[in-house]
């Protein structure tokens, strides 16, 4: 069983930054590619960036290119996601998940239960 357990997020002012941060139980993380995804209640889930096995690879959302880093360390089954310049329409609540596959259209085998981000105008 692998579990997932999101942290960092908080309520900020516009232009603030926080580091999500994405804590993987198992051994073999790094067998594991790394998504964060965002998601408001009642509305559909949205892809924000993806981080590969080794961690040499990215993508990410258009709305959060240039503002938003996401990296990892195999070392310390952790994933981190730094938001910069955080804006209003970043308020959401931010899962990670993991799978073994790559790609815009991977899907995704286990997820943490999600934490609250919050940005104020």
């Known amino acids: 069983q692998v579990q997932l357990v999101e942290s960092g997020g908080g309520s900020v002012e516009t232009g603030a930054s926080l580091t999500l941060t994405c804590t993987v139980s198992r051994p073999t993380f790094s067998d594991y590619a790394i998504g964060w995804f965002r998601q408001a209640p009642g509305k559909e889930r949205k892809f924000v960036t993806a981080?590969?096995?080794?961690?040499?690879?990215?993508f990410y959302a258009n709305s959060v290119k240039g503002r938003f880093t996401i990296s990892r360390d195999n070392i310390r089954n952790t994933v981190y996601l730094q938001m910069n310049s955080l804006k209003p329409e970043d308020t959401d609540v931010y899962y990670c998940?993991?799978?073994?596959?790559?790609?815009?259209?991977?899907?995704?085998?286990?997820w943490g239960q999600g934490t609250q981000v919050t940005v104020s105008s």
């Open positions: 998940a993991a799978g073994t596959e790559w790609g815009l259209d991977a899907e995704y085998d286990y």
């Open positions: 981080i590969d096995w080794s961690g040499a690879y990215t």
